[in-house]
């Protein structure tokens, strides 16, 4: 059992799958993040746009 956990932890042939995946979760949730930020703004840009067509 000892030697199984020594090799294990010496084995790095799935280390770089797990970087990749982690870099690809965060670059998800700053898009995530970016989205919801400038939905609201591009929502916010269009109804002043429809308030001041409304009341021209």
């Known amino acids: 059992m000892k030697e199984l ?3 294990l932890w010496q084995d790095e042939e ?3 799958l797990t970087e990749y ?3 690809l979760v ?3 949730l700053v ?3 970016a989205m919801g930020i ?3 703004e591009v929502s916010n840009a269009f109804s002043n746009a429809a308030k001041n067509l409304a009341t021209s």
């Open 5 to 7: 956990l020594k090799r």
């Open 14 to 16: 799935g280390q770089d």
């Open 26 to 28: 965060l670059i998800s």
């Open 31 to 33: 898009a995530v993040a």
């Open 21 to 23: 995946a982690l870099l």
């Open 38 to 40: 400038l939905g609201s």
